[in-house]
Nanobody, 123 residues
Framework: QVQLVESGGGLVQAGGSLRLSCAAS????????MGWYRQAPGKERELVAT???????NYAESAKGRFITSRDNSKKTVYLQMNSLKAEDTAVYYC?????????????????WGQGTQVTVSS
């Protein structure tokens, strides 16, 4: 069973910071691209940031200059450091991981979602 466990969400004031973590566990052979998405009530889920296994990053325009994503390959963990938070950053944040895992006798590739963690920014 492969799963992602997210942590680090919470309530902060505008201008504050939060650091989200997402750790993958299970019968994992390799972890490929890892990323972060967010979804606010009534809105579509949107991409926030991605990071490759070689630590090449990509950010949504709304995140550039404020958010930093990183990863620890030995821990199979991806992080999202969020600075200068704004009210519009309020959303449920989900990590997303492309990985290769063992399913019985087969190696498979797939995408796994975290359970989501609530980030609320008060103004």
């Amino acid at each position: 069973q492969v799963q992602l466990v997210e942590s680090g969400g919470g309530l902060v004031q505008a201008g504050g910071s939060l650091r989200l973590s997402c750790a993958a566990s299970g019968n994992i052979y390799s972890v490929n691209v890892m990323g972060w998405y967010r979804q606010a009530p009534g809105k579509e889920r949107e991409l926030v940031a991605t990071i490759t296994s070689n630590k090449i990053t990509n950010y949504a325009e709304s995140a550039k200059g404020r958010f930093i994503t990183s990863r620890d390959n030995s821990k199979k963990t991806v992080y999202l450091q969020m600075n200068s938070l704004k009210a519009e950053d309020t959303a449920v944040y989900y990590c997303n991981v492309d990985l290769t895992y063992l399913d019985g006798s087969y190696f498979r590739e797939g995408t796994v979602w975290g359970q989501g963690t609530q980030v609320t920014v008060s103004s």
